[in-house]
């Protein structure tokens, strides 16, 4: 692979525009800085989509018929916008919304980044929360209501805790995704680490920038993916370890860095 | 044991005509039963006779097709009544135990009572003493899935009382249990008789059945066939089906 790439006929080109090492350098501290940008967007996006996402999972398993319209609402909305490109929901509202200059709606692309990002992520979250709900067996909630615990006490206390725990991986990949795409809210004019690293390739007819924005979102995401795999396997062993003795939980540690 | 006093007193549950099916299937066909206050019903028959769903109509998992279900004088399947309030009147006990995996035992037993009840360190403290009483104390905070099967059911069965329930249904709860860990369910299950708990006990321990109800059902394509004080029905069954049921258990080496 190695081989074929630099013996390329435009090899050299390639990485005189890609792999520039002066261009890298001066560039980094700059683009890098903006990260904090898509941080923040990734962070009010993320708590949004948590609990939006969760009351929408909700909705669409209330039972009766008297709650079919909330179900129906629900289950189209997750439909609608599990249809639409991200990047059109980012233009729609960044840019329609203000347009229509009503009194006391903000303007501002970076509010408007982060609702399209929660309408968006939260019609993928809730699907995850419901099949994480599904999954906890039916007589949890029976026994619950057998008590006197009320559906939605019995939702609060007993189902909905147990999905929670199963879905934080599949959950955190929705969130890889999320962070990724944070860089898409540079369509509506917010200067993030995609933006800046732009605005450097423009200045210096160079794509190295690019490479460091890359480079950033790798050297991010693939620890926070570590992490969960570590939450998880701590959850499990703190469960575990208080009987069955410390040596199920030295076994079961060898596996928390997720490596099978 | 004594057989409790059947005077004028209000029955701590009444069930008339009760009629239960699922889809095509037929599974209780118009049941009557009357419990007095203390006393003890076991329930047994085969599998699939309708022991589960009858506890489970009582219980109001299962909603029914006719008849009604009177519990302390109220009836609880007329049509508007607050289903949660009688639930928490009611304790029932499931054959897979059903602990709430995600949190130690003594969650488990404060959770109802803390929500539903509205006690407060009142809630703990109650439960400590149940658990101490029947030899869990030093379990309080382990999680279900580190207790043994018997562990578990007897948490279980803790969790139940912890919401003062007027009356006890048990479904089969030493069914999943090995055999060495179903003597220390049923002493749990007899110190409740002893204290006069209401009970209505869906069981295949007949030894356990004969030892301690005050009444035994048989219960045989969704009807109660024949019942009687345990002496009778285990000793001289009048109904050719009880004899063959009863023949069956014996031939199994569980009687």
Same mark, same amino acid.
């Given at each position: 692979?190695?081989?074929?790439?630099?013996?390329?006929?435009?090899?050299?080109?390639?990485?005189?525009?890609?792999?520039?090492?002066?261009?890298?350098?001066?560039?980094?501290?700059?683009?890098?800085?903006?990260?904090?940008?898509?941080?923040?967007?990734?962070?009010?996006?993320?708590?949004?989509?948590?609990?939006?996402?969760?009351?929408?999972?909700?909705?669409?398993?209330?039972?009766?018929?008297?709650?079919?319209?909330?179900?129906?609402?629900?289950?189209?909305?997750?439909?609608?916008?599990?249809?639409?490109?991200?990047?059109?929901?980012?233009?729609?509202?960044?840019?329609?919304?203000?347009?229509?200059?009503?009194?006391?709606?903000?303007?501002?692309?970076?509010?408007?980044?982060?609702?399209?990002?929660?309408?968006?992520?939260?019609?993928?979250?809730?699907?995850?929360?419901?099949?994480?709900?599904?999954?906890?067996?039916?007589?949890?909630?029976?026994?619950?209501?057998?008590?006197?615990?009320?559906?939605?006490?019995?939702?609060?206390?007993?189902?909905?805790?147990?999905?929670?725990?199963?879905?934080?991986?599949?959950?955190?990949?929705?969130?890889?995704?999320?962070?990724?795409?944070?860089?898409?809210?540079?369509?509506?004019?917010?200067?993030?680490?995609?933006?800046?690293?732009?605005?450097?390739?423009?200045?210096?007819?160079?794509?190295?920038?690019?490479?460091?924005?890359?480079?950033?979102?790798?050297?991010?995401?693939?620890?926070?993916?570590?992490?969960?795999?570590?939450?998880?396997?701590?959850?499990?062993?703190?469960?575990?370890?208080?009987?069955?003795?410390?040596?199920?939980?030295?076994?079961?540690?060898?596996?928390?860095?997720?490596?099978? | 044991?004594?057989?409790?006093?059947?005077?004028?007193?209000?029955?701590?549950? $009444?069930?008339?005509?009760?009629?239960?099916?699922?889809?095509?299937?037929?599974?209780?066909?118009?049941?009557?039963?009357?419990?007095?206050?203390?006393?003890?019903?076991?329930?047994?028959?085969?599998?699939?006779?309708?022991?589960?769903?009858?506890?489970?109509?009582?219980?109001?998992?299962?909603?029914?097709?006719?008849?009604?279900?009177?519990?302390?004088?109220?009836?609880?399947?007329?049509?508007?009544?607050?289903?949660?309030?009688?639930?928490?009147?009611?304790?029932?006990?499931?054959?897979?135990?059903?602990?709430?995996?995600?949190?130690?035992?003594?969650?488990?037993?404060?959770?109802?009572?803390?929500?539903?009840?509205?006690?407060?360190?009142?809630?703990?403290?109650?439960?400590?003493?149940?658990?101490?009483?029947?030899?869990?104390?030093?379990?309080?905070?382990?999680?279900?899935?580190?207790?043994?099967?018997?562990?578990?059911?007897?948490?279980?069965?803790?969790?139940?009382?912890?919401?003062?329930?007027?009356?006890?249904?048990?479904?089969?709860?030493?069914?999943?249990?090995?055999?060495?860990?179903?003597?220390?369910?049923?002493?749990?299950?007899?110190?409740?008789?002893?204290?006069?708990?209401?009970?209505?006990?869906?069981?295949?321990?007949?030894?356990?059945?004969?030892?301690?109800?005050?009444? $035994?059902?048989?219960?045989?394509?969704?009807?109660?066939?024949?019942?009687?004080?345990?002496?009778?029905?285990?000793?001289?069954?009048?109904?050719?089906?009880?004899?063959?049921?009863?023949?069956?258990?014996?031939?199994?080496?569980?009687?």
């Amino acid at each position: 692979m190695a081989v074929v790439l630099v013996n390329a006929p435009g090899w050299e080109a390639v990485r005189e525009s890609f792999l520039d090492g002066e261009n890298f350098i001066a560039s980094a501290p700059r683009i890098i800085a903006r990260f904090e940008v898509n941080v923040r967007l990734f962070v009010f996006a993320e708590i949004l989509i948590l609990a939006w996402g969760l009351v929408l999972a909700i909705l669409r398993g209330l039972p009766g018929p008297v709650l079919f319209p909330l179900r129906l609402l629900a289950t189209a909305y997750v439909d609608l916008f599990r249809a639409i490109p991200g990047v059109l929901v980012i233009y729609l509202l960044g840019f329609g919304i203000p347009g229509l200059r009503l009194p006391g709606v903000p303007n501002d692309p970076f509010f408007w980044g982060v609702v399209a990002l929660t309408l968006v992520y939260s019609a993928y979250v809730s699907e995850v929360y419901r099949a994480g709900i599904d999954s906890v067996h039916p007589s949890q909630a029976a026994a619950a209501r057998s008590l006197g615990l009320s559906q939605l006490q019995a939702l609060r206390y007993v189902v909905v805790p147990q999905a929670v725990r199963r879905v934080i991986p599949p959950l955190l990949n929705d969130f890889i995704g999320l962070q990724k795409d944070t860089v898409l809210v540079s369509f509506i004019g917010v200067v993030e680490i995609f933006r800046q690293s732009q605005i450097r390739q423009q200045a210096t007819f160079n794509f190295t920038p690019y490479l460091v924005t890359a480079l950033v979102f790798l050297v991010v995401t693939i620890p926070l993916a570590r992490i969960t795999d570590w939450l998880v396997a701590r959850e499990r062993d703190r469960r575990y370890a208080a009987a069955v003795g410390a040596g199920a939980g030295r076994a079961r540690r060898g596996r928390m860095w997720g490596f099978r | 044991m004594g057989l409790p006093l059947n005077g004028s007193r209000e029955p701590a549950l $009444v069930v008339d005509g009760l009629w239960k099916s699922f889809g095509e299937l037929q599974v209780l066909r118009g049941i009557d039963l009357r419990v007095s206050e203390h006393e003890v019903v076991c329930v047994i028959g085969a599998s699939g006779s309708g022991k589960s769903t009858l506890l489970r109509c009582i219980n109001l998992t299962e909603p029914i097709d006719d008849g009604r279900i009177v519990v302390g004088g109220e009836e609880i399947t007329a049509p508007d009544v607050d289903v949660d309030r009688i639930r928490r009147g009611i304790g029932i006990v499931f054959q897979a135990y059903n602990l709430f995996p995600h949190m130690p035992v003594i969650d488990n037993i404060t959770l109802a009572p803390r929500k539903v009840l509205r006690l407060g360190a009142e809630a703990e403290s109650q439960a400590v003493e149940l658990l101490e009483r029947f030899g869990l104390a030093e379990k309080r905070d382990a999680y279900p899935d580190s207790l043994s099967g018997g562990q578990q059911q007897r948490v279980a069965i803790v969790r139940a009382l912890a919401m003062r329930p007027r009356l006890m249904l048990l479904d089969e709860v030493t069914s999943a249990l090995d055999p060495e860990l179903v003597a220390e369910v049923l002493n749990v299950i007899r110190e409740l008789a002893a204290e006069g708990m209401t009970m209505v006990i869906a069981t295949h321990e007949m030894a356990f059945a004969r030892d301690i109800a005050h009444r $035994v059902l048989f219960l045989d394509g969704g009807t109660i066939l024949e019942e009687g004080p345990p002496a009778d029905i285990f000793s001289s069954p009048r109904e050719p089906r009880t004899r063959e049921f009863l023949q069956r258990i014996i031939d199994a080496g569980r009687l």
